[in-house]
């Protein structure tokens, strides 16, 4: 499957959502928080897309520009790979989650919990992943401060 | 200093007059079998580049890699150490039998190395949570550091505890170069070391194995 066919593919599910106009090597799509998991069943039923498997997932703090969650999706099918991006406000980071399209999003997802405090509707076991269970904060949010940390000295 | 050359000195070589500390801690410094505490870079350095058989950790005794602290007595640090990491590594250190020793390998066991700041976990040295006997610098070691850093520890062993007094000991040891030394020198004290297992006059072999910075 070539790139134009899966672009025409992809624009017929959902006429609102844009191609990102993002340069990456990847081909980017650009949806919003509602659709996310609308989109996402299509992917991976839809026979003439099959992304079967989720490859990544992770979260980027933009700060005021709010949270940008990254699936990164492959099809093992026809060897075509897709990034799905969604941003979502700092303030109340909730997203549906897709556990329950890919498995594997469930430990990624309790990561991205973990560290972003992103979170995720009904998600089966969302707990802290790396830290201590009694962990106060999200540490990789970029303004995240505690009495451990040293800043550097410059 | 070997116990064949303390038999020597006495004519026909058939009994052995010596403190009791001086056979201990020879048996102790000659037979360290070090637990493996890797959690990152440092400890891919240590098992692949030390541990291998170009520089042949055999040579002074120390080969015997175990996985678990009940049968070892030196422990190497070779790895970031992180808050969650910190208890674990305790244990392991309780667990470990007496007398037991600790090199710590790299920056980040030694200061938190290049995770000093801005980081929300890493323990900034390992000496916050055991004691450590000999520190070797590094990001990471080169395989000659970790020698030397372990002939040290043989060095500290052999100069350094009693029966009269156990746990006491001259620490810490830095083992990186001193200024003036050259690797050179070093590979010509361990090959001297290594061939030198029948010396006679015990005085000057002392004198010859003090530390240029003095220990
Ligand atoms: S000191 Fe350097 S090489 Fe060793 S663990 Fe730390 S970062 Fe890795």
Known sequence: MDQEILLAQIRQIDPQNQISPKKTDLIALEITATSLHEVMRTMRKQPDLSFDMLCSHTAVDWLENGFELIYVLYSTQFRQSLMIIVNIPRENPVIPTVSNIWLAAEAQEREVFDLFGVQYDHHPDLRRLFLEDDWVGYPMRKDYKDDFMLESAE | ?215
Not at chain 2, 188 to 208: F, K, S, V, Y
């Open chain 2, 1 to 215: 200093m070997g116990l064949v050359a303390q038999m020597d000195q006495i004519s026909g070589g058939s009994f052995i007059l010596t403190r009791m500390d001086e056979v201990i801690n020879w048996a102790r410094a000659n037979s360290l079998w070090p637990l493996v505490f890797g959690t990152s870079c440092c400890a891919i350095e240590m098992m692949m580049a030390t541990g291998a058989a170009r520089h042949d950790l055999a040579r002074f005794g120390a080969e015997v890699v175990r996985p678990s602290p009940r049968q070892a007595d030196l422990l190497i640090l070779a790895g970031t150490i992180v808050k969650r990491m910190a208890p674990r590594l305790r244990t392991l250190y309780e667990q470990m039998a007496e007398p037991r020793y600790v090199i710590a390998t790299g920056a980040c066991t030694i200061s938190g190395g290049p995770f000093v700041y801005n980081s929300y976990t890493t323990i900034r040295g390992a000496d916050q949570i055991i004691p450590v006997d000999i520190y070797v610098p590094g990001c990471p070691p080169r395989p000659e550091s970790l020698l030397y850093g372990i002939l040290a520890l043989q060095k500290m062993i052999k100069s350094g505890e009693s029966l009269r007094e156990p746990g006491i000991r001259k620490k810490p040891v830095v083992s990186e170069l001193p200024p003036g030394v050259k690797l050179e020198d070093i590979t010509l004290e361990l090959r001297q070391i290594l061939g030198d297992e029948g010396i006679t006059n015990i005085p000057e072999e002392i004198a010859r194995r003090e530390w240029s910075t003095g220990l």
